[in-house]
């Protein structure tokens, strides 16, 4: 185990400046509310993980040596991907009050895994229809969520 250097040593400290800002402010906001996580149940997790996730940046935990010769820029398809992934993104937010978090995210996980990564059809329906149902029974059945429902009603 190692100390990083360079700047993902600043960007490390950063996030963990960040993240441990986060936790500081989520430690006093109500973690559980009866059945559900209340306000500071997400804050709390996300910080955590933050938290770790900077602290094996910072000491390079599973780091490969990185070659100095310059960064390494994207492919064409590469770049293509990272943009489609951003407007679908971006398409997803303005959508959703719309057709409904629902559809929105539905269509989001086909479009990123039909279009984007070129899967296959029955496994990325199976997986966007599997991943939609569970968002479903979780924030809308279970914690009973108000998510936006859109011109469908789902």
Do not use: C, K
Not at 43 to 71: Q, R
Not at 129 to 135: E, H, M, N, S
């Amino acid at each position: 185990m190692r100390l990083a250097t360079g700047m993902p040593r600043y960007i490390a400290l950063a996030m963990l400046l960040i993240y441990a800002g986060l936790l500081f402010a989520g430690i006093d906001l109500v973690y559980w509310d009866g059945y559900a996580p209340a306000s500071g149940f997400a804050p709390v997790w996300v910080a955590i993980s933050g938290l770790i996730l900077a602290t094996l940046m910072l000491f390079d935990i599973g780091a490969e040596p990185v070659l100095e010769d310059g960064p390494i820029l994207p492919s064409r398809e590469e770049f293509r991907r990272v943009v489609l992934a951003l407007a679908a993104l971006w398409l997803f937010v303005v959508a959703a009050p719309f057709l409904g978090m629902i559809p929105a995210a539905l269509a989001l996980m086909l479009f990123l895994l039909l279009v984007v990564l070129g899967r296959p059809l029955l496994p990325s329906l199976l997986t966007a229809f599997v991943t939609d149902g569970l968002i479903y029974l979780i924030f809308i059945h279970w914690l009973n969520v108000q998510l936006p429902r859109g011109i469908f009603g789902i």
